[in-house]
């Protein structure tokens, strides 16, 4: 089993900054990429950034320059620096994970965590 624990989410006034851990823990042989989804109430589930075990980074074009993916590879952990938030950002986000729970895994899988609920009030 592969677990991904996030916290830091919450409550935040309009223009303030949260940051998003993920710590990866359980059978997990090789990570490819970790990274944010979100889901707004009504929307779909959609990408905000991820990074890859060689440090190469993805944004959501909504979120470039006000959101900084980065990685502790030795904690497993992933953490997403959210500045500058506007209502568009209160969502849902999830943490993902793409890997191999051993090497003989022949595809990558994804695992997700459970969410945490970020509301920024205007």
């Known amino acids: 089993q592969v677990q991904l624990v996030e916290s830091g989410g919450g409550l935040v006034q309009s223009g303030g900054s949260l940051r998003l851990s993920c710590a990866a823990s359980g059978s997990i042989f090789s990570i490819n990429a970790m990274g944010w989804h979100r889901q707004g109430s009504g929307k779909e589930r959609e990408l905000v950034a991820v990074?890859?075990?060689?440090?190469?980074?993805n944004y959501a074009d909504s979120v470039k320059g006000r959101f900084t993916i980065y990685r502790d590879k030795v904690k497993n952990t992933v953490y997403l620096q959210m500045n500058s938030l506007n209502s568009e950002d209160t969502a849902v986000y999830y943490c993902?994970?793409?890997?191999?729970?051993?090497?003989?895994?022949?595809?990558?899988?994804?695992?997700w965590g459970q969410g945490t609920q970020v509301t920024v009030s205007s």
């Open positions: 993902n994970l793409r890997g191999r729970r051993s090497p003989l895994s022949r595809v990558d899988l994804d695992y």
């Open positions: 990074i890859t075990t060689g440090g190469s980074t």
